[in-house]
């Protein structure tokens, strides 16, 4: 193991050495998980391009209709924004179980979505969000679906000289809320076991499901959206028996391995629990809005 | 003296360590550097049973940068053990398990040495393989064709893969059981577990012009590694000299050694200082974890619970060599034995070879697999007898003067103070059937272990003094609280003892930082060396001050004779012009009790030292779907004999429960077909922060005859017991007992739903 580290002073400068240096760069955040690559010999770069001090790339902007999160912020920044307390509470409740404290200040949530793991717990917040993502290249700039640009276990659409530099998500409408769960076999520094994002938006009225968006982590060969069980549970009555309908639903669409972390069968269960749960908490969370 | 008056001993003083350690000022083994310093790095087997057809090392020889390779050509053919001397620094002609040594390279730089790594070729023939303890018990496949002349404590039974067997039998058995009102008998399983040390086992070696080694290391146990390294090295051991200058925690993973022998190997071929470190991955493969054990139980009751008849038998996975399983399985029968009075015993411990990494003495060894075990069973059969879980241990704790499994004499006994101060504690009386959520009970009993002590101190001339020992400080505080009690009898502040780091070349005999033995036998000797050190002050003193030594006192730092006084800062600096100085080696040995040898068969342990009580109890909850324990409340009530630090003690306990948990509930080094799954610290699970309750520590003091001002062993103890409360408490919570470990959350659903269906 040994790089030239390089600390590009503006995106442009960054998008230009990685075209320079391709393809023996990567470009380094926050490093919790590129150092871990490097340090296991996953991944050997001559080069490392610094992005962590890029100006304009940190902190959480809000317009009249949506959020858009630089993609150098960190987990800490988003448990702490008062904004998200509301409608979009999963991005807190994933943002607070990420690795532990110090990942929590260093990591990056650009970082979580182009490393692509099937088990990143950022990932499924913001796929249930329907996030969309700012990229820059050496030919300008574009936009893609966090949907489209995650197309398999740590494969992206991302070419090597891009840089992905916000990430920019709708607000809610009226009854919607959000949560996330995460089980994994300690309550911190865990990779998930299997983790749950879910976005439910009620009818007027309150008791019908408007529309729903499940997301799903550790459970197939990359974060998915249980579009069954969403399908389903569009007009469906909002109570227990159809969250756990939509609970085996997905448990029927997941793909789970059986791996040292746990059994296929054992991931299969907790998606339908915690589909349900995520679901359940989310109606809960729509109370003050459905009286 | 009585200890109610103690000022410095019994109080919660800041270690004298700790300023260092907390700064980060305190020099670890791993911070050691020489100048002109190469690094080692050791070629592991990626086979799991195989025969060495080839190394060819001139490839990996003509890199740049690499000085020198060794292999088990390069050094003589020397097996070390100890309890059987089975073992070599590399494989010799076969490779035993994935992880196993076969060559060591020194380079310029740890680049170049694991490049060089990867350019050693070696040819393997597969041979069959052995990785379930159970199937190597019966098997034809020998991991040890040779095992007959290795040699071995001749107390060590052997045969085939069987490493060690030991047996108590106590009265009839089989006659206890035919009259039993019911008969109870129960599997369970525990996984290997590594000891979590923070800092991973490192060495740096240097031999001097007169061909004498050095080698800075975090051993536990100098001494042994001065004498281990000796043997290697086919030198005397006064020409090895091993100094520890810190040590980043061990919990019984770094008694033996570890990578020192690499280091100085690779020093004396390159004549160039060495340095070698594990890494992560070689610690999960290739370093001492408890080993993975099955337990099989069979007890006897009458109607009301008492125990008539136990008979058990353990299985300990000691993997490819004997390391610490032969102790650890015959230790496990007093475990299984426990604090109970039982009219019948026959019980059995295995160490079996199999392909898998060698193991060792992890923090109370046997004690959580067989009490996990035992303890569990006493909840299974109170449940079935109806009998509360508490009142069924009651009925059947020893009382002072019951004789225990080897026949000795339980003295100060504490053990049912201690279950009712943890059962009031947790609530226990206050139980409501809750779905999901339950308590839990456990109790054990652990010795002291023996084995010498020496201690050198001398007084200084500003009247501080110099606590020369060879124990080392491995984290507990034990040395601060020997300190306390030199400190207490020599009437200093405890901020006036400087103890020093240990070196073997330098320090006096230690049997070493193990088994809850440091601050009583360390203790012990600081008591001796005071003796002497007041007798050497007092006859000064007498001529100084024209008084009889009779009637003498220290106090407030001065020898006191009627109205006349001399400070011991004075003492020291007349004796220091005039005697020599103040200088006293004080000693301590804790013999083993007696005992009944009929009952004990090929035991390197047969009977316990000054042992110590203690009783566990916990509130968690269980998610019904997913299985997830949470853990509410943790309360252990620990007979310590006298509190020398209670600070100290508390520490002890909520480290040695965190163990506990993790081994409860996460831990487990995973092997499939002879390879470690989970190498790394990502999927190997230490509970954090966040998984560990507040733990609620009881200091219970029962005085022991033996410890200084009645102390008895602290550190080990608390990491016993976690397994079997959090077991029964799961069963509480649950109506399921998991007879496994660890108890995943995956495990327990899958017994909730067995039950359900």
Redesign the interface.
């Known amino acids: 193991m040994s790089f030239d580290f390089h600390r590009p002073a503006t995106v442009t400068e960054a998008v230009d050495l990685a075209q320079r240096l391709f393809p023996t760069a990567r470009f380094i955040a926050g490093g919790s998980d590129i150092v871990i690559q490097i340090n296991r010999k996953k991944i050997d770069p001559s080069h490392l391009i610094d992005v962590a001090c890029l100006p304009g790339l940190s902190g959480i902007a809000e317009t009249s209709d949506e959020f858009t999160l630089g993609a150098l912020t960190k987990y800490h920044t988003i448990e702490t924004h008062p904004a998200f307390a509301g409608s979009l509470r999963a991005l807190i409740e994933a943002a607070s179980v990420i690795g532990g404290r110090q990942v929590q200040n260093i990591a990056t949530i650009g970082g979580n979505i182009v490393n692509a793991s099937p088990a990143a717990d950022f990932v499924p917040v913001l796929l249930a969000l329907d996030a969309v993502l700012d990229i820059t290249g050496p030919n300008g700039s574009r936009s893609v679906p966090l949907q489209d640009f995650i197309v398999g276990p740590g494969k992206t659409s991302l070419l090597p000289v891009e840089i992905v530099t916000s990430i920019r998500l709708a607000k809610l409408p009226a009854r919607s809320a959000t949560a996330f769960v995460k089980e994994g076999r300690r309550r911190a520094m865990e990779i998930s076991v299997v983790c749950v994002a879910a976005c439910l938006t009620l009818e007027a009225g309150g008791s019908r499901c408007a529309s729903v968006r499940l997301a799903i982590g550790a459970a197939a060969p990359k974060v998915f959206r249980a579009k069954a069980a969403e399908a389903y549970l569009e007009g469906q009555l909002a109570d227990q028996t159809s969250f756990a309908e939509a609970g085996k639903l997905a448990a029927e669409e997941c793909a789970p391995i059986s791996d040292v972390r746990a059994s296929a069968d054992y991931r299969r269960r907790l998606v339908s629990i915690m589909v349900e749960r995520a679901l359940t908490a989310c109606f809960e969370r729509t109370g003050e809005e459905r009286r | 003296m009585n200890a109610q008056n103690h000022s410095v001993a019994g109080r919660r003083l800041p270690r004298l360590d700790g300023v260092g350690k907390v700064t980060g000022k305190h020099v670890y083994a791993a911070d050691f550097k020489l100048p002109g310093m190469l690094y080692g790095k050791v070629l592991r087997s990626p086979r799991a049973h195989a025969l060495i057809k080839k190394i060819d090392t001139s490839r990996a020889a003509s890199i740049h940068g690499v000085r020198g390779i060794i292999t088990s050509a390069d050094i003589p053919a020397i097996r070390y053990g100890t309890a059987v001397r089975d073992t070599t620094v590399f494989a010799v002609d076969r490779v035993l398990f994935v992880g196993h040594a076969i060559a060591a390279v020194a380079a310029t730089s740890l ?1 170049i040495a694991e490049r060089a790594l990867e350019a050693i070729e070696v040819e393997y023939e597969n041979l069959p393989t052995l990785f379930d303890p159970e199937e190597a018990l019966n098997s034809n496949i020998r991991i040890h064709p040779n095992w007959e002349t290795y040699k071995a404590l001749p107390i060590i039974a052997r045969s085939g893969n069987i490493a060690g067997q030991a047996r108590i039998r106590v009265g009839d058995v089989e006659a206890a059981f035919a009259k039993s009102y019911k008969v109870y008998e129960h599997r369970f399983t525990t996984a290997l577990q590594h000891p979590g040390y923070t800092e991973p086992r490192v060495a740096t070696a240097d031999w001097d012009a007169n061909g004498n080694v050095t080698v800075w290391c975090n051993t536990q146990l100098p001494f042994d590694t001065q004498n281990t390294l000796a043997e290697i090295l086919d030198l005397p051991s006064a020409r090895v000299r091993v100094t520890v200058p810190g040590i980043g925690g061990g919990f019984g993973g770094k008694l033996r050694i570890g990578v020192e022998h690499f280091a100085a190997l690779l020093a004396r071929k390159t004549a160039r200082p060495i340095k070698v470190m594990s890494t992560s991955e070689e610690e999960l493969t290739a370093a001492l974890p408890r080993q993975a054990s099955v337990v099989l139980v069979k007890t006897g009751v009458d109607k009301d619970g008492h125990l008539l008849a136990r008979s058990g038998k353990i299985i300990v996975d000691c993997g490819a060599y004997a390391g610490s399983g032969p102790g650890t399985a015959a230790i496990s029968l007093q475990v299984m034995a426990g604090p109970y009075k039982t009219g019948a015993l026959e019980l059995e411990g295995i160490a079996v070879y199999t392909n898998k990494v060698h193991s060792g003495s992890f923090r109370a060894p046997a004690g959580p697999m067989a009490n996990f075990a035992m303890e569990c069973q006493m909840d299974m059969i109170a449940k079935d007898l109806g009998l509360d879980p508490l009142e069924i241990r009651l009925r059947n704790v020893v009382k002072e003067g019951d004789p225990g499994p080897s026949g000795e004499i339980h003295k100060s006994v504490s053990i049912e103070e201690c279950l009712r101060k943890a059962a009031n504690a947790i609530g226990w009386h206050d139980r409501k059937p809750e779905p999901g959520r339950g308590k839990g009970i456990a109790c054990s009993w652990w010795m002291t272990t023996g084995g010498s002590s020496g201690v050198y101190v001398k007084i200084n001339p500003d009247g501080t003094a110099t606590l020369v020992s060879g124990a080392v400080e491995i984290g507990t505080g034990a040395i601060t609280g020997a300190a306390q009690i030199l400190a207490e009898e020599l009437s200093l502040d405890l901020t006036d003892v400087n103890a020093t780091g240990v070196d073997t070349q330098a320090a006096p005999f230690d049997y070493g930082a193990q088994g809850s033995r440091t601050a009583f036998s360390v203790g012990n000797a600081c008591l001796a060396a005071a003796a002497e050190l007041r007798r050497q002050m007092f006859e000064l003193a007498a001529k100084q001050l024209d008084a009889p030594i009779e009637g003498m006192s220290l106090q407030d730092k001065h020898v006191i004779a009627g109205n006349k006084s001399i400070s011991i800062a004075e003492l020291a600096r007349i004796s220091r012009l005039a005697g020599g100085g103040l200088i006293a080696h004080g000693t301590a040995i804790s013999p083993a009790p007696p005992y009944d040898p009929t009952r004990v068969q090929n035991h390197p342990l047969p009977v316990w030292n000054t042992p110590s009580y203690h009783a566990h109890a916990v509130d968690l909850s269980v998610d019904q ?2 299985g ?1 324990v949470t853990i509410n409340r943790y309360v252990v009530a620990q007979d310590v004999g006298y509190a020398i630090n209670p600070t100290y003690i508390e520490g002890q306990i909520e480290g040695g429960v965190a163990q506990g948990i993790g081994q409860a ?2 831990e487990e080094i ?1 092997y499939q077909d002879g390879r470690v ?2 190498a ?1 610290l ?2 190997y ?1 230490m ?5 560990v309750p507040e733990i609620e520590s009881i200091i219970v003091e029962c005085r022991s005859a033996a410890g200084p001002y009645g102390a008895k062993g602290v550190g080990e103890p608390p990491c016993i017991e976690p397994p079997a409360a959090i077991g029964n408490a799961i069963a509480a919570a649950t109506g399921c007992w998991p007879n496994s470990l660890p108890m ?3 495990k327990i ?2 017994a909730l739903r067995v039950q359900q269906s």
């Open positions: 680049e779907a997913t997830k509930l996460s995973v799954m989970n790394n990502t999927d699970k509970p954090t922060a966040m998984d995943t959350a995956e659903a899958a």
